[in-house]
């Protein structure tokens, strides 16, 4: 018998944890080579994992909605046969392990009660809350440590290092504790207790893990940039003429629908290439020029959350290259079946609005991005048309277009000019065009 380690897989460039969201196998449950043995969530998607033997699960190494990193061990499956993989590395390594008791001794006498971390705002890795709760760290300690990993999060080695040297503070130690231990119930108050219904008719859900998601984006964006809008009419009489003339034919030769996205997908990769100022993100204090232009297009699911495959090299696409990406992220995108790599790298994101009948609207900004482009409903409207014979009223087609950019880095002229360049090359669309 050897025992094989089932690691969390990379996911992706960008994608550096997941979080466990259910488990297909219970211990002592036989498992088939590729069988799924648990299913994960990224900050962007859902997928699984399956197993690459076979054999019997033998242990679990972490429990639904805890966080693994890429390359952690995350169960162990009993094979028939063959070399036995190298078993879970420890929390800590013995020398490490009789720094941390020697050193949290006094401390330990004065928690009598285990902290629930999950009131803390700040994200810890399940290995940091254990080494916590194994050495007696209170939530108000933990919080105060300075992180030295992404996104200043704390590792496993700054909380080690915390723990060595807190040993030789005892008096502060067991006064943050103390601290700590007194204002844990107002925190379980405040953060475990669900609203109450007046009159006990209302129904109160809460958000899934998505939304939850959904909801930190946007407030975090809205908090980050400085939110500004232009907007512009469009002519598209053309664009809708070419289509209704075009889309069967194209459907029949390329066994993909025609929509309108791919063709004002392809203007503002177009406008991009223009205005490169727009295709840009913003980390700190420094602005970071994109190479590649990526669309993001957001997408509503059948469950209402929101979610934003990317078209990667947008600009090198022609039109049926356009409207096959895009036909093939949105219908995997309603299927669930969009990977972690699908969702990341944009740097300029595209909304339609007009799905839903909305004239225009002010979206925002998918961070770190600095732009994004909101498609309002192409309607039939009475129009001033120019002609060397005089001007006349006529029924055109037209939509709005919303830029929402971040006045930060983008100042009103450029925005301004952006989202005019993608109207002029919309109408400036050739009626006589070949697919």
Sequence with gaps: MAKFELKLPKMGESVAEATITNWLK?????????????????????????????????????????????????????????????????????????????????????????????????????????IAKEEGVSLAELEAIVGTGKDARVTKNDILEYVKNRGNQPQAVAAKVEASKAAAPAAQTATKVAPVSVNGADEIVEMDRMRKLIAGYMVKSVQTSAHVQSFIEV???????????????????????????????????????????????????????????????????????????????????????????????????????????????????????????SVFGTPIINQPEVGILALGAIRKVPAVIETPEGDFIG??????????????VVDGALGGQFVQRVAQILEAFDPNREV
């Design 235 to 357: 002519d598209v009489t053309n664009i809708v003429n070419w289509r209704n003339k075009v889309k069967n034919s194209f459907e029949k030769r390329e066994g993909e629908k025609l929509t309108f996205t791919p063709i004002f997908m392809e203007a503002v990769a177009k406008a991009l290439k223009d205005f490169p100022g727009m295709n840009i993100s913003v980390e700190g204090d420094y602005i970071i020029k994109k190479k590649n232009i990526n669309l993001g297009m957001a997408a509503a699911l059948p469950n209402g959350n929101l979610i934003v495959p990317v078209i990667k090299n947008a600009d090198q696409l022609n039109l049926v290259g356009m409207a096959k990406a895009v036909n093939d992220l949105g219908n995997r995108a309603k299927a669930g079946k969009l990977k972690p790599d699908d969702t990341q790298g944009s740097t300029y994101t595209v909304t339609n609005v007009g799905t839903f009948g």
């Design 26 to 130: 219970n211990v002592g449950d036989h498992i088939d080579a590729d069988e799924t043995v648990l299913e994960i969530a990224t900050d962007k998607v859902d997928s699984e994992v399956p197993s690459e033997v076979e054999g019997t699960l033998v242990e679990i190494l972490f429990q639904v909605d805890d966080v693994v990193q890429v390359g952690q061990t995350i169960a162990i499956i009993e094979t028939e046969g063959g070399a036995a993989a190298p078993a879970p590395a420890k929390t800590s390594a013995p020398a490490e392990a009789k720094v941390v008791a020697e050193a949290v001794t006094a401390a330990q006498d004065t928690v009598s009660t285990p902290v629930d971390f999950s009131d803390s705002e700040k994200f810890f890795s399940p290995l940091v809350k254990n």
């Design 395 to 408: 029924i055109r087609q037209k939509m709005f277009l919303s830029h929402s950019y971040d006045h930060r």
